[in-house]
């Protein structure tokens, strides 16, 4: 089956500076790899999504690159400001049919 | 976006009662839906695929008698936890996928679960 890897497993950085969050797959038949935002006891969030025909995503602050050859895919927030403080998860999976495998998820701390 | 909608948002109960949790479609068919289970500061872990009309495929490790899975329409999926223990406290959420329009995951609200 899938295996996501995601890194870091914690993040601090100062308003505005960037994050960066790394994930790798495993199963080269993922074609379709979302970026979620959970805060604590809510349901995740898709902030940016990427399939696999694509290299890059942006939108507004936040960015989204994949590497099929590697299998690796990174979120990039440019900008950082305090709300953006929450843990991120990063997944992945093949055609709609089937469930999404999340990394490890992410904390990201964005300090004033 | 789709809207999945699950039910209830936080429930306590007494170790061996029983609880359902329902996750609702409310504006798209979904022949499937996923369960997930999520501990505090865990990621998301895969319990079972939920196909309507069928039974459930459970992920290794998932007991199938103590997570029932029943999917008997096309915007319903409901999750019974049997014989509930502490150990079973967690956060569940249900998810969707709108497979005519987009790939994008849906996901209900979360079902926070304590048994005392």
């Known amino acids: 089956g899938e295996n996501v890897e995601q890194h870091p497993s914690t993040l601090s950085v100062q308003e505005g500076d960037s994050a960066v969050i790394k994930c790798t797959y495993s199963d080269s038949a993922s074609n379709y790899f979302p970026w979620y935002k959970q805060e604590l006891g809510k349901r995740p969030q898709l902030i940016i999504d990427i399939r696999s025909n694509v290299g890059e995503k942006k939108d507004q602050r936040i960015a989204v690159t994949l590497n099929k050859t590697a299998k690796h895919f990174s979120l990039h927030i440019t900008e950082t400001q305090p709300e953006d403080s929450a843990v991120y998860f990063c997944?992945?999976?093949?055609?709609?049919?089937?469930?999404?495998?999340f990394g490890k998820g992410t904390s990201l701390l964005v300090t004033p | 976006g789709a809207v999945v909608s699950q039910h209830p948002s936080w429930v306590i109960c007494k170790s061996g009662t029983s609880v359902k949790i329902e996750c609702r479609s409310l504006d798209f068919q979904a022949t499937t839906m996923f369960w997930y289970r999520q501990f505090p500061k865990q990621s998301l872990m895969l319990m079972a695929t939920?196909?309507?009309?069928?039974?459930?495929?459970?992920e290794q490790g998932v007991e199938k008698d103590k997570f029932l899975i029943n999917h008997a329409s096309l915007t319903l999926s409901t999750l019974t936890v049997t014989s509930a223990h502490p150990e079973d406290s967690s956060f569940y959420i249900c998810?969707?996928?709108?497979?005519?329009?987009?790939?994008?995951?849906?996901f209900g609200q979360g079902t926070r679960l304590t048994v005392v």
């Open positions: 939920s196909n309507e009309g069928s039974k459930a495929t459970y």
């Open positions: 997944a992945a999976s093949p055609s709609s049919g089937y469930a999404l495998n």
């Open positions: 998810s969707a996928r709108d497979a005519q329009w987009t790939t994008e995951a849906f």
